[in-house]
């Protein structure tokens, strides 16, 4: 497609279920982030993938919290028994290169999708 | 850690002027960017315009620039003949420059708001 793309876009959840959010990046795209925006506040970095690689997961709140590119390519945001706390925006975005390679120039630019509003009730 | 302020939480500018949003943030390194993204309620983040550290030229695109003060830590984004389009949240973000480097640290947004 020509964006990032994310499904579903809203999702209700009781509290206790699990969730999976999709990612399709901008095809060919190297590299894969994740970012939990709550309400009122900026998005905070979650995991990043190069590839297949996921080289940081740092970000994740719990290991409630689980994500995964197997192919390289279309990532999925597992939350297990989900809480109210993680009610938020979960904003997937994709660059073609990694995002430290200057010489990419603006090939490294990170395009972010439209997001999935998570509400947990 | 780095982290990034904005200090405006909301602003509004009448249509056709011009307005500045603040950004200040904390790092003791000395190669980074700092990006000022657009969030409109769609969510979708849209680079408005990026600024290399090591560049003392400020940036500019089309109606956007910034004033970087490396020794202050500061990076204002001033929209000129502001549109009703731009009505939106606007983020400060910082990144790390190098090898390894990935994450952006957002800053809470401020509301911007133009009037007809």
């Known amino acids: 497609g020509a964006g990032v793309s994310q499904s579903p876009r809203y999702k209700v959840a009781k509290r206790g279920q699990d969730v999976a959010l999709r990612c399709d990046p901008i095809?060919?795209?190297?590299?894969l982030f994740w970012y939990q925006q709550a309400l009122g506040q900026g998005p905070e970095f979650l995991t990043y993938?190069?590839?297949?690689?996921?080289?940081?997961k740092s970000g994740l709140p719990s290991d409630r919290f689980f994500a995964e590119r197997p192919e390289g390519s279309v990532s999925t945001l597992k939350i297990q028994r989900t809480q109210q706390e993680d009610s938020a925006v979960y904003l997937c975005?994709?660059?073609?290169?990694?995002?430290?390679?200057?010489?990419?120039?603006?090939?490294?630019?990170?395009?972010f999708g439209e997001g999935s509003w998570l509400t947990v009730v | 850690a780095q982290t990034v302020t904005q200090s405006q939480p909301e602003m509004s500018v009448q249509e056709a002027e011009t307005v500045t949003l603040s950004c200040t943030y904390d790092?003791?390194?000395?190669?980074?960017?700092l990006f000022w993204y657009k969030q409109p309620p769609s969510r979708q983040m849209i680079l408005v315009i990026r600024?290399?550290?090591?560049?003392?030229q400020n940036a500019t695109e089309n109606r956007f620039s910034v004033n970087f003060q490396k020794a202050a830590k500061s990076f204002s984004l001033k929209i000129s003949d502001s549109q009703l389009g731009d009505t939106a949240m606007y983020f400060c973000?910082?990144?790390?420059?190098?090898?390894?480097?990935?994450?952006?640290?957002f800053g809470k947004g401020t509301k911007l708001s133009v009037i007809p």
């Open positions: 600024q290399e550290a090591y560049k003392q």
């Open positions: 790092t003791s390194e000395s190669n980074y960017y």
């Open positions: 975005a994709s660059s073609a290169t990694p995002p430290w390679d200057r010489a990419a120039n603006s090939g490294n630019t990170i395009y």
């Open positions: 973000a910082y990144k790390l420059s190098g090898a390894g480097s990935y994450q952006l640290t």
């Open positions: 993938f190069q590839n297949e690689a996921q080289l940081d």
């Open positions: 095809s060919g795209h190297v590299s």
